[in-house]
């Protein structure tokens, strides 16, 4: 009920459909351009409006941080208690640690189908260290994001 | 004495028109469409989540889990066969085995229907299963986050992370090994659970109890809690077909239904009293193997030999026919058909369109050294051939010493009309192999094939087969670029051994390309050895341990070193690229001079362009493997030898050695696509060639081929080989018999197995443009059978490629030119 009450007060299925059109460009365009940052975005809301996508995250408490090769992007992703926090720092105990060339190479590997992921890891344009599992719980979530912009 | 009645060992009057259940069985098996099922994950989670007593030895819960899901296991008849029992709950279904790699396919829950390679049909139902209950269970648990963290993210783990190093399949299973049946329908379930609790007892009266007797209490403990699975499963399958049988109207399935309930009522509990009931309790048997252990390479052994006694019981008792025999053959074909491998869109580049590999062994000979030839072998053999289906892996031994020459014949018309199989095994080289690996005679003669091509004394050596698939190329490139890789940029990986540039011999390439290849094997041995450890603490394998020699008489599990003989498996890829690019760099740099390291390294790095006369001179004037030139014969004999020397050195965790092999599956397909051009000209993404064939196009001639192939010492390759041959065409009678000729000179050379490709570069090329024209066209890959329609495009090209041969002169046919 409460949270019923603050997607209303704030305007988040507005937001929600300004952070779907903007997956969707990021998708689309060529160097898919803040990927990390829009999808991540997308992410929080759709936690906060989408009952069934929350349950992902229920009980989930994780630690993921991706970051780019020359160290200009880095963004933490914190799961605790049913919410996601986001921050532009590194943090430390992670699950998972990503670390990509640019956010292009990032969304190919996250995002299923993309028949190149293997080359993404074997060109080294993805790496990471840690849990696979997180990573692949992660694409998951990620996917369906997609599947809900791309069938609109 | 031959043990052959039969007076046509063709069974030419039995084809799929007089044989009605087999041709219906077939056509529903080619129509069926994967579907994942969830069925295992499920009951194996909740017990663990809901009824699992953390105090309990190891064994004793996975025993229990084990037990809960057959217990709790659909009783399902989803077709007219008339053998009970499927490995999944669905038609043709894909088990998910989270202790290992279903979490793999994560982020595909919602895609994996759908995708374009080879997709796997699954509920959105069961997606959420999978999503919010069971996977999220198993995050930390699976055996390759257990062993990360146990060891702290090792190098070998980030190295097998990588993929392009080797695969340590030891994540993903406990497999690649024969059970032996024959104890189950000799004398069954109910009699080794008897054992298990007099030895169970017996250890009880033991005072003080020490840790070791605790131990062996345990194991038996384990073995009677999870049998008992076994038995609630029958019985299920029991009552569900009589109760089906009520809802039918059909009088033929009404009687087979009430006939299986009959059957699985007294089997496998009991021992087998008919043909019928030992063909339906080793099919049980065999799914419950897969209800403890993942569906990859668990191979029933050898059929004719173990089923014979019970058909040659009903036949002199006037209880079967030929044709009856046939029907049940068939109906075991069909159900060791009835899964697939869950395989996520990542794996489809390296491992698509494989089957589960349950390799069937036929012919060759007995424990006294006689020919084990009977009326069995041929019956199978025939229903291979009409059946034609990827699975099982069917494989002849020949043993040109004791088996017939029409036996050897029999076979070579049978791989004419399907095209692909059975494969050859050589039973001389082969037992010689097994006995210098330490095994009494008498069990190395009844030797079966694991999987691919690997060799167990059945039921009586656990040999892992599949533990480590090392890409030989990566110590190569290793070697060039003084341990890095092009694929992984400056990082270096291998030790330094040395610029090559500055090398003055071929005999320093040599020693450094040792030193990277040693020091990539010790990695990935040390990573199987750490799985081995984590199984032994999260999933040893009671269930499957009741099935060999060595586990009950011990009271030590499987994967503790039960078994009577111990080995793991380390299989190569890129072989025959290997020895060329050695032979290239003997003969350009140091002998010819016909370019500096330096100049060779800048034509790789360029992928050879601008440098195309030195590319013709690597292509055409290079020694090549499969040719009698002395380097190449010289480089491929030491690289054997070093191999197997190295790996033999190596005690696993069970206590047993390292053994090298050479097939590939497709992995030199989905490895080549990723490595960089290579001294002997291939260029980059090119496919390797397969398992120990040579390149493509090196070896014009079939008998310099095969000479230089047999020549290799087979004593060095414990774990099996795969020689991939195609011929162009066979005909008619003389056509057979030259082809029975080709192998059997073969053999006598000392090779130890060959497949074949009976199709040519036209026929492939038109199965590539034109699917729909071929859709139960079977090909040998490298060890194991696909339909060419699931390859991926890659791995369609490789074997289009591959060097077909005109069976009547020997020579190789030119390529007709390829888009």
């Keep these: 009920m409460l949270n019923e009450i603050l997607n209303i007060i704030l305007f988040r299925k507005f937001r929600t459909n300004s952070a779907k059109n903007n997956f969707m460009k990021c998708l689309q365009s060529e160097l898919a351009e803040d990927f990390l940052d829009v999808l991540l975005k997308l992410m929080s809301l759709i936690f906060c409006v989408d009952k069934h996508f929350r349950r992902n995250i229920e009980n989930f408490n994780a630690r993921y941080l991706f970051m780019n090769k020359d160290g200009s992007i880095t963004v933490a992703a914190v799961f605790n208690n049913g919410k996601l926090k986001v921050s532009e720092q590194k943090i430390d105990n992670t699950d998972v640690t990503v670390i990509f060339k640019d956010e292009r190479a990032l969304m190919n590997f996250i995002l299923s189908p993309k028949p190149d992921i293997l080359h993404a890891m074997l060109n080294q344009e993805v790496t990471f260290e840690g849990n696979l599992n997180y990573l692949s719980k992660f694409a998951f979530m990620a996917t369906h994001l997609q599947l809900m912009v791309t069938k609109q | ?819």
């Design chain 2, 1 to 819: 004495m031959s043990q052959v009645m039969l007076k046509d060992i063709g069974l030419k009057e039995y084809t799929l028109d007089n044989l009605d259940i087999l041709r219906e069985l077939r056509d529903v098996h080619f129509k069926s469409r994967s579907e994942i099922c969830v069925e295992r994950a499920k009951y194996v989670t909740e017990y663990l989540r809901e009824k699992d007593n953390p105090q309990d030895a190891p064994v004793i819960r996975r025993a229990k889990t084990v037990n809960y899901f057959l217990s709790n296991k659909s009783a399902v008849f989803p077709d007219n066969n008339l053998i009970a029992g499927t490995t999944t709950s669905k038609a043709m279904g894909a088990p998910l085995y989270p202790e290992f790699f279903a979490l793999t396919i994560w982020p595909e829950l919602e895609t994996i229907s759908t995708r374009k390679s080879n997709p796997q049909l699954l509920s959105k139902e069961e997606a959420d299963l999978l999503n919010f209950e069971i996977y999220p269970f198993w995050m930390e648990r699976n055996v390759l986050e257990v062993t990360r963290k146990r060891y702290n993210n090792p190098q070998c783990m980030k190295l097998f992370e990588q993929l392009i190093f080797f695969v340590a399949s030891k994540a993903g299973c406990i497999s690649h090994t024969v059970p032996c049946y024959s104890v189950v329908l000799d004398k069954g379930l109910n009699y080794i659970i008897q054992e298990a609790a007099d030895k169970e007892s017996e250890i009880s009266k033991n005072t003080p109890l020490s840790d070791e007797d605790q131990e062996k209490l345990n194991f038996y403990k384990a073995v009677q809690t999870v049998l008992k699975g076994i038995i609630d499963y029958a019985n299920n399958l029991s009552r569900a077909a009589i109760e089906l049988s009520k809802t039918v109207s059909d009088p033929v399935r009404k009687k087979s239904l009430e006939k299986m309930a009959e059957v699985c009522g007294r089997v496998p509990a009991n021992p087998a009293s008919t043909f019928h009931e030992a063909v339906n309790s080793l099919w049980i048997s065999h799914i419950s193997i897969h209800a403890e252990n993942i569906n990859m390479a668990m191979s029933p052994g050898r059929l004719d030999q173990i089923l014979y006694k019970y058909y040659r019981k009903d036949m002199d008792e006037g209880r079967l026919t030929i044709k009856e025999a046939m029907e049940l053959v068939g109906c075991l074909w069909l159900k060791l058909a009835d899964n697939v491998n869950m395989v996520p869109e990542t794996a489809e580049e390296l491992f698509g369109g494989a089957g589960t590999a349950p390799a069937v062994t036929l012919g060759g000979v007995d424990a006294n050294g006689e020919d084990a030839v009977n009326d069995l072998t041929y019956i199978m053999l025939r229903v291979t051939e009409l059946l034609k289906t990827r699975d099982p892996s069917m494989n002849a031994r020949y043993n040109y010493e004791k088996n017939s020459k029409e036996y050897r014949d029999r076979v070579c018309e049978v791989i004419a009309n399907t095209k692909a199989v059975p494969a050859f095994h050589n039973d001389i080289t082969d037992i010689k192999t097994l006995e210098n690996q330490g095994t009494l005679t008498e069990h190395a003669r009844d030797y079966a094939i694991i999987g691919c091509v690997e060799l167990a004394s059945s039921g009586r050596s656990y040999d892992a087969s599949s533990s480590v698939m090392l890409n030989l190329v990566a110590p190569l490139e290793l070697t060039l670029y003084n341990g890095k890789r092009p694929a992984t940029g400056d990082e270096q990986i291998g030790p330094n051994t040395g610029d090559p540039s500055r090398f003055k011999s071929f005999e320093e390439f040599w020693e450094a390309f040792k030193g990277q290849l040693k020091w990539l094997i010790g990695e990935a041995v040390q990573l199987n050895e750490y799985f081995g450890k984590i199984h032994q603490e999260v999933v040893p394998t009671p269930l499957l341990s009741a099935y060999f020699e060595g586990p009950m008489e011990k009271g030590k599990d499987l994967i503790f070193g039960g078994a009577l003989y111990n080995s793991s498996g380390a299989t190569h890829i890129g072989f025959a690229d290997t020895v060329d690019s050695l032979n290239a760099i003997e003969k350009a740099v140091f002998i010819d001079k016909k370019c500096t390291f330096t100049e060779l390294l800048a034509a790789l790095k360029a992928n050879f362009q601008g440098y195309e006369s030195l590319h013709q001179y690597l292509v055409n004037k290079a020694p090549k493997y499969g040719t009698e030139d002395p380097v190449a014969i010289k480089n491929s004999q030491n690289l054997i030898c070093f191999l197997y020397e190295l790996y033999q050195s190596r005690v696993n965790y069970r206590g047993g050695k390292y053994r090298p092999a050479y097939w590939s599956m497709t992995n030199h397909s989905g490895q080549g696509g990723l490595a960089n051009a290579l001294p002997n000209g291939r260029k980059a993404g090119e496919p390797f060639a397969s398992g120990i064939t040579p390149v493509s196009g090196a070896a014009k001639e079939l008998t310099a081929c095969l000479k230089t192939i047999g020549g290799l010492d087979s004593l060095c390759i414990p774990g099996g080989e795969a020689l991939n041959l195609k011929f162009t065409t066979v005909e008619n009678e003389s056509d057979i018999e030259k082809f029975g000729q080709i192998i059997e000179s073969y053999f006598r050379l000392g090779g130890m197995q060959v497949q074949f490709n009976i199709m040519s570069y036209e026929t492939l090329i038109d199965a590539k443009n034109h699917p729909e024209k071929y859709p139960g066209l079977m090909v040998r890959v490298s060890g194991y059978s696909a339909y060419f329609k699931d390859l991926n495009d890659k791995m369609k090209d490789e074997l289009i490629k591959r060097t077909e041969y005109n069976l009547r002169t020997g020579a190789a046919v030119p390529f007709p030119g390829f888009k």
